[in-house]
């Protein structure tokens, strides 16, 4: 039976989770996956489908700071989780350094696979703030781009590393 077929009345659970640093409650059914109800109960379509199967990483989220493949996980199973998704990497001052740095650098080209590679990205660098190359391509390396062959990915993200430890190094100089 379709979703459809199932009419409005199909049974709802209610949960409520924190998305991008706010609570938020959603009703949808049972079965569906985090990846469902982010893009079409809660229209956070930055979340891309892809295989749907654990294999392309393209819809990768943090869930309580770690990497999932949205895909895998349930909705139910997020109940008084924190979510972080794409919508939630950009500040008040704009896009992140990471954005910035795959813009710059020409890392998102079609942009599917982008999301999920800020992601895993920003919880490489939240653990390690400059990994090597060979950590960046084993860290990476779940996460599939039929665009960039990789390499932009990779100097993206040290761009964006090497930045902050400037942006640290000149804030130890200010406040010493
Ligand atoms: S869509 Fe989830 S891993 Fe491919
Ligand atoms: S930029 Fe197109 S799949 Fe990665």
Redesign the pocket.
């Known amino acids: 039976m379709s979703e459809q077929a199932a009419g409005p009345t199909a049974r709802r659970v209610q949960a409520t989770w924190r998305v991008n640093g706010e609570s938020v409650t959603v009703a949808f059914r049972p079965h569906r996956t985090l990846?469902e109800v982010l893009r079409e109960d809660l229209g956070l379509t930055g979340t891309k489908?892809?295989?749907?199967?654990?294999?392309?990483?393209?819809?990768t989220v943090l869930l309580d700071g770690e990497p999932v493949?949205?895909?895998?996980v349930l909705g139910l199973e997020c109940e008084g989780r924190e979510i972080r998704t794409v919508e939630g990497l950009a500040g008040p001052e704009g896009p992140s350094d990471l954005q910035r740095a795959f813009a710059e650098l020409g890392a998102a080209q079609c942009g599917y696979c982008t999301p999920g590679f800020l992601l895993v990205a920003e919880h490489v660098l939240a653990r390690e703030p400059r990994p090597t190359r060979a950590q960046l391509v084993e860290e990476l390396s779940g996460n599939l781009c039929r665009c960039t062959g990789y390499l932009k990915i990779y100097e993206a993200v040290e761009r964006a590393a090497q930045r902050r430890a400037e942006g640290a190094a000149a804030e130890g100089r200010h406040g010493g």
């Open positions: 990846l489908h892809g295989c749907e199967l654990g294999e392309c990483g393209t819809c493949l949205s895909c895998l």
